[in-house]
């Protein structure tokens, strides 16, 4: 405990602004809001349609990246992007918008389900004590809240509409040529008429059930598919990538993972590639997360180009490069392991021309071809798609006997499985030109492979790959010659030789993989899809939704022996016989029939990837959104193109899966008629991190931070000196605390503050509980301002303030209205600390003008305060609604300032210029000053060092 906060100081200042009064203000002004309804935002229409006056004007959707309800409650890192979204939407509505703001709980997840198999505590009920907790919290800091509009992504109500979209994105398929989805049904419709042939050709009428389900399958948005997955049978469950480390293990409890073949469902967000690419550039994004993104999506230009496999009369092999241009330097080619094509070329014996001095490594000793492949796929099977990728990595491989040919210099060219091609990359299936590749290069050097330059590299390249830009070399045949052309015309011309003799085309490629949807959990969304007897798959039509998850005993995923490839999962809900085999009439026109559930649940990211929507229209029960309040608050306007939401704030951890994953729903329901925004967050603003000092003992452990004491720069604990770092906030670290204890021991305004006035709040700080102290004695500055200490009277006095107090008023006015916009709090924390300081050093009361507006433009960042302020100061409307103030520009201006011309260090000219002149302007101004014309006289200029507002160097040659 500091002293500054209680003991003998209150007793001679009975009104002094300490903490006990901040708790007492702080609860009185939240009971008020709650009641009152402060923060209601009011919709056009609908259940929570309220005052058409305020929902007249311009509306501002402010949004946070809602959290995870975990156990361990809040520590002060968690709100730092909540108080700022809060302090920005309390700016809005005093300046005209209709702001809606609210926060749910993205309740899903594997931590409850943990929790639940150790405790054998429903999730949901440890998931509700949490989110109870945690808004309780949340409530302590003053936030500014639609409380009507909050839910939790495990009510049903909101999983309902979850399951309801998954519905509809099963039941559409993306037309490229419209490039849009539509209705699956539109789909039969044109296989029905004959305008569109079948996957397999045959009239849609002579198809089986079951054959018209596969076909379909291959169209729709949401799809099940054979696919290679991670599966761990440690944690007996599959993994995304994101959870599998680079050597192949989970990062959870670090077991093996393996490359199985498992039936999923995966949504078909490749279809969308290019407009989540191109939809990006109108985003107001951190020019990052958009990169981030455009690598994910990773698009890539190249062509297509077919080898035949000699001896082989089937399919050939085709390749996806991004460099047709090296074709005459394609001296061997690689397949992915798990390629399908690789059974069908596989000779039964070796071939004679294997080369003798690499036999054994070609071969990898084994009997035959076949032998080879399989003991060389088993060895591949455990590694991640990351290992297999890790550059300047042994490579390893085996020849498949198979010989292909090149299609420009008819060379024969060895085919080889090697594990550093990716099955799910192209086509899985490349050329290797090691002498423009640095993989193939290394693969060729241990295999003993030809090497052919086809690009001419810089004089004395040798021993590697080049893979810059030069003339083509050796490239030349009868029919065509790219020698000498620059690496784009011998690519155009290429392709174009290709497409002609039916060998290859341009095409377009993706690195962003169709997003696996399933997990083998029990605590996520029941998809709402059940299998008839054929096994084919069926959508539950709205009114079977919500499909409720049943109660079970056990929450578990079976596991198997950690090694053990060859098991295969059993999902926690398909041992409930009596939810999965059911009775349901589908309202298909067959009645009721049996059917069998899907027992996989929805991943985790289900529940994020819609819910902006949902805080617009929470109860409605007929429908995702009203149209009308969507289009009210989401809908496209000017200079926000796609619409979305005015301003998400959140971590940058979410560059990509979240972000990607709801772009694409937006997307998919805006094609299917159901928002009028394509893009869910028009500005993304990334906050930084807390980060916590770390104090560690002679052992390298760390100690609770709380007790640390510091003297003279150094540190201890307990008396032994210990050393400090920066690192992460955590009970782990003993480094911990909670907004409670600040709220406690100094009010949440003060907590507010100082989160606020740490630094530019995309910039990571380091938390510091002894600096909280300096925002908690400006509040007290500023309640002296307006209170007298002993008595409690408000002291603020109906006089003209002075000129050097409107300039004060005025500058701070216009700086924090300007910072607020830009989401710079610090700064605007620093103006109104310089305005209150000026008030503080003039002694004698204030001017009731100038004290209403220092307590309006502390209201955004300090409410609870600025409230209690307001009503003193004799108003009986609630603060959060006023207009802020508007600053008067005859005395926002600073005077001028005086700038010193110098040419070669002696000072030619003084120009008055005002103090927030630019380098550039300032520039303009001093080199078309006439007595600096007139000291050049036509000299040239070396180099003209600017320092604006007060100094130009020009130096001459
Ligand atoms: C021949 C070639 C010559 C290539 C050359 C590169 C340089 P990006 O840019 O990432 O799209 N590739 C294609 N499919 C692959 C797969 N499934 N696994 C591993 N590598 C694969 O990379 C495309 C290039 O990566 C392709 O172009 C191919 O190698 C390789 F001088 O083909 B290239």
């Known amino acids: 405990m500091t002293e500054t906060n209680t003991g003998a100081a209150e007793v001679a200042a009975p009104h002094r602004y300490t903490a006990a009064m901040a708790a007492d203000i702080e609860a009185r002004w939240q009971d008020f809001w709650d009641a009152d309804g402060t923060y209601e935002a009011p919709n056009p229409s609908g259940d929570l349609a309220g005052d058409t006056a305020i929902a007249a004007r311009p509306k501002k959707f402010i949004m946070d990246m809602f959290p995870y309800p975990s156990g361990a409650g809040l520590h002060v890192g968690h709100p730092l992007g909540y108080i700022a979204t809060d302090v920005y939407a309390r700016h809005q509505r005093m300046t005209g918008h209709n702001v809606l703001h609210t926060l749910g709980f993205d309740a899903f997840g594997l931590p409850a389900e943990q929790y639940a198999v150790q405790t054998g505590t429903h999730p949901r009920v440890s998931t509700e004590a949490n989110i109870e907790n945690m808004k309780a919290q949340l409530r302590r800091l003053g936030l500014g809240h639609d409380k009507r509009r909050s839910f939790a992504t495990i009510d049903p109500d909101y999983y309902k509409w979850t399951q309801w979209i998954f519905t509809q994105i099963f039941d559409s398929w993306y037309d490229h040529e419209s490039k849009k989805a539509r209705p699956i049904a539109d789909l039969v419709a044109e296989f029905e008429s004959g305008e569109r042939t079948t996957p397999s050709g045959s009239p849609w009428s002579e198809l089986s059930a079951v054959e018209r389900a596969e076909a379909l399958g291959q169209y729709r948005l949401a799809y099940a598919s054979n696919a290679p997955v991670n599966w761990c049978p440690g944690l007996g469950t599959v993994l995304a990538n994101e959870e599998v480390t680079a050597d192949g293990r989970s990062e959870r409890g670090n077991f093996p993972v393996f490359k199985a073949n498992l039936r999923q469902w995966n949504m078909r967000i490749t279809a969308y590639a290019d407009r989540l690419l191109d939809d990006l550039d109108a985003l107001d994004w951190p020019e990052a997360i958009k990169l981030q993104q455009r690598n994910w999506i990773g698009r890539s230009e190249g062509a297509r180009v077919d080898f035949a496999v000699e001896g082989h009369d089937g399919e050939p092999v085709t390749v996806f490069t991004t460099r047709p241009d090296t074709l005459f330097g394609a001296t061997y080619m690689v397949l992915a392991p798990e390629h399908g094509l690789i059974d069908a070329i596989l000779p039964a014996e070796w071939p004679r021309d294997v080369p003798q001095d690499a036999r054994g490594l070609w071969t990898g000793g084994a009997a035959t071809p076949s032998e080879a492949v399989a003991a060389y796929r088993k060895q591949a099977q455990s590694k991640s798609d ?27 060219i060895p085919v080889f499985v090697a594990d550093y091609v990716l099955m799910g990359y192209g086509t899985g299936a490349i050329m290797a030109v090691p002498g ?61 030789w290709l497409t002609d003799r039916g060998i290859g085309e341009g095409t377009i490629n993706f690195r962003l993989r169709d997003w696996l949807f399933s997990r083998q959990r029990y605590w996520g969304e029941p998809f709402p899809i059940v299998y008839d007897e054929d096994g084919v798959a069926h959508a539950l039509p709205e009114s079977m939704l919500p499909l409720e998850l049943p109660e079970v005993d056990d929450y578990a995923p079976r596991t198997f022996e950690p090694d053990d490839a060859d098991t295969q999962p059993e999902t926690p809900l398909s041992r409930n016989g009596e939810w999965v085999d059911v009775e349901l009439d589908l309202g298909r026109g067959d009645g009721a029939r049996r059917y069998r559930r899907e027992t996989n649940t929805m991943p985790n990211w289900a529940g994020s990837c819609w819910y902006e929507l949902r805080y617009l229209d929470p109860h409605n029960e007929q429908q995702l959104v009203d149209p ?22 959140g971590g940058a951890e979410h560059a990509v899966l979240h972000l990607l994953y709801a772009r694409f729903w937006s997307k998919v329901l805006f094609d299917l008629g159901h928002v009028s925004s394509v893009e869910p967050f028009h500005k993304l603003f990334n906050q930084g991190m807390i980060q916590a000092y770390v104090y560690r003992d002679s052992r390298g452990f760390p100690v609770a931070a709380a007790e640390v004491e510091e003297r003279d720069g150094k540190f201890f604990f307990a008396g032994e000196p210990v050393k400090r770092e920066l690192g992460k906030m955590g009970k782990s670290l003993k480094n911990a605390v909670t907004p ?21 709040l995309d910039v990571s700080r380091p938390w510091d509980t002894r600096a909280v102290v300096g925002q908690y004695r400006l509040l007290q500055r500023l309640w002296r301002n307006v209170v007298d200490e002993a008595t409690g009277e408000v002291t603020v006095v109906d006089a003209e303030p002075d000129e050097a107090t409107l300039r004060a008023l005025h500058k701070a006015i216009d700086g924090v209205t300007q910072d607020m916009a830009a989401l710079r709090f610090n700064t605007a924390i620093a103006k109104i600390t310089e305005l209150n300081n000026h008030l503080t050093k003039a002694g004698g009361p204030v001017a009731r003008s100038v004290a209403e507006r220092l307590v309006l433009l502390v209201a955004p960042l300090a409410p609870h305060i600025a409230e209690e302020l307001w009503h003193r100061l004799g108003h009986s409307e609630s603060v959060v609604h006023q207009d802020f103030p508007v600053a008067d520009p005859a005395y926002a201006v600073d005077e001028a300032v005086t700038c010193v011309v110098q040419i070669k260090g002696k000072v030619k000219a003084r120009i008055e210029v005002p103090p927030s002149i630019t380098d550039a302007e300032l520039e303009a101004l001093a080199m078309g000053h006439e007595s600096v014309v007139a000291a050049l006289d036509g000299a040239g200029i070396r180099k003209v060092v600017v320092r604006a507002p007060k100094l130009v160097n020009i130096v001459t040659a």
């Open 386 to 412: 990351v290992e297999r990728q890790t550059e300047h990595k042994d490579k390893t491989g085996v020849f498949t006997g198979a010989y292909a040919l090149n299609p420009v210099t008819g060379s024969r």
């Open 436 to 496: 423009q590749d640095e993989r193939d290069w290394e693969f060729a050097e241990a295999f003993g492979l030809p090497i052919i330059r086809t690009v001419q590299p810089p004089d004395g390249w040798e021993g590697e790959a080049f893979t810059g830009q030069g003339p083509a070399v050796n490239s030349s045949n009868d029919e065509i010659s790219l020698d000498g052309l620059d690496v784009n015309e011998a690519k155009s011309k290429i392709i174009t």
């Open 628 to 649: 009308a309040i969507e289009q009210y608050w989401m809908g496209p306007r000017e200079g926000q193109p796609h619409g979305g939401v005015d301003l998400y704030v």
């Open 740 to 760: 409670d204890e600040i709220a406690v021991e100094y009010g949440a305004d003060t907590l507010r503050l100082y989160e606020m006035a740490m630094g530019p």
